[in-house]
């Protein structure tokens, strides 16, 4: 086969006018067994088009080939010519040699389409067809992992792994520990993934390993595992945020704190980063610092609202109210989408004698809090401060239901219905 050899290293030289007319002469003028060996070489190469000439070349001779008709459809499947590449792999008897490797290719395809019934039928009859192949038990793994089936994909994986540990390249302990991670099931995912680290340190893995201890309580072994990861790769930006985490589960501040710097130097548009930075800003004491991470996490995400209610109640400790009213009329949201932007707005206007405005707040938020009995105080001692006192006694009375032996609430009640 010096003539496919030829065009290949012409392909590989950069050649590429000289091994198209080669190329040509083959499709023209070939054997059959070059044009096919042609073809397999082309499509490993990436030069689908040629190599999809060549095979259909090939077909009109051996319509039936089922060797033909497979190559051909990964051909179009890797075209992305999937209702073709169905068709094509269609005609492919169920006697042929190829039939198997025909079912596997269509159920991909089916996946591919979201027919997942059509496709786990593929694969069921590829398995009553070639019962020891791992590849096909491999496959239903994939199917009911993407479908969220997890027992059955356990089961399939697991039979795999009686046999390997490796199949198309893919760590299937890995496989299997991210399954599991996923699916909340983290004590035995530490399992898989120690195993799949034991066969080879890979980066992604090593993180699963990491983050799903953090999430089994494990916080000293992520710790452990996020720093090996950074010390493998520090562009890994997702380490960051889960270390600063699990440092701070551990009452390590000024670690989480350093942790969350330090990934920001390598992703510094992530608002969770600055976000978490402020948190712990916070804890820490360093009220500056704290302002600032929030702010910034506000300039990424202007609704991010979980940022903007810690820096309210920043803000707010620091009595610091006209400034909660500028930040909360800085907002992309309503206050009504985020009921408690209303509570602090009714709280800040309070604050600063701006009575009637802060009533019609608090009237509004009522509707959302009417169970909520910090609010409920904060709303009904308002009331009293305003002289709103039948409104301020129903109040209470809802507290007194929320918490019925609560003293201060019954002293409370007594007082304004004597009042009344």
């Known amino acids: 086969m010096d003539r496919i050899n030829k065009i290949i290293n012409m392909l590989e030289n950069g050649q590429h006018n000289a091994a198209i007319n080669e190329y040509n002469d083959v499709l023209r003028s070939g054997r059959p067994d070059e044009k096919f060996m042609l073809g397999e070489e082309l499509f490993h190469y990436g030069f689908l088009d040629e190599a999809k000439a060549l095979i259909e070349n090939l077909l009109e001779t051996y319509p039936e080939e089922g ?20 068709l ?32 786990e039928g593929k694969l069921l009859k590829a398995k009553d067809l070639l019962p020891n192949e791992i590849i096909i038990d491999f496959a239903l793994g994939e199917l009911y992992s993407e479908q969220g089936e997890i027992v059955k994909a356990v089961n399939a994986y697991k039979s795999v792994l009686q046999e390997v540990d490796v199949v198309a390249g893919v760590n299937v302990n890995s496989r299997m520990a991210d399954l599991l991670s996923t699916s909340g099931v983290f004590e035995d995912a530490l399992v898989y993934y120690e195993k799949a680290l034991n066969e080879e340190l890979e980066i992604n893995t090593l993180f699963g390993y990491a983050f799903t201890a953090l999430q089994a309580g494990y916080n000293r072994t992520a710790i ?62 360093l009220s500056e610092e704290a302002e600032q991470f929030l702010r910034e996490s506000l300039v990424l995400d202007p609704g991010f609202i979980e940022a903007a209610l810690t820096l309210n109640k920043l803000l707010f400790h620091q009595e610091r109210y006209e400034d909660v009213l500028e930040l909360i009329s800085s907002l992309n949201l309503l206050e009504e989408q985020e009921p408690q932007l209303l509570w602090d707005s009714a709280f800040a206007l309070d604050k600063l004698e701006r009575y009637s405005e802060a009533l019609d707040k608090y009237e509004i938020a009522y509707t959302f809090f009417k169970n909520n009995e910090d609010f409920l105080q904060d709303y009904g001692y308002f009331l009293i401060e305003e002289g709103k006192t039948a409104h301020a006694a129903e109040i209470f009375k809802q507290l007194l239901l929320l918490d019925p032996t609560n003293s201060e609430f019954l002293d409370v009640l007594n007082r304004l219905t004597e009042d009344n």
């Open 88 to 119: 094509v792999l269609e005609r492919i008897s169920e006697h042929d040699a190829f039939f198997g490797q025909s079912l596997l290719l269509l159920a991909d395809l089916y996946q591919l389409q979201g027919l997942y019934e059509v496709s």
């Open 67 to 86: 060797e033909l008709l497979v190559l051909l459809g990964e051909i179009l499947l890797e075209l992305g010519e999937e209702e073709e590449a169905i």
């Open 224 to 285: 452990e595992k996020f720093n090996e990861l950074k010390e493998l790769d520090p562009e890994y930006h997702s380490l960051y945020l889960p270390l600063g985490l699990a440092y701070e589960r551990e009452e390590e501040l000024e670690n989480s704190f350093n942790a969350v710097k330090e990934g920001i130097k390598h992703d510094e548009f992530n608002k969770d980063l600055f976000f978490h930075g402020g948190k712990i800003a916070m804890k820490l004491g």
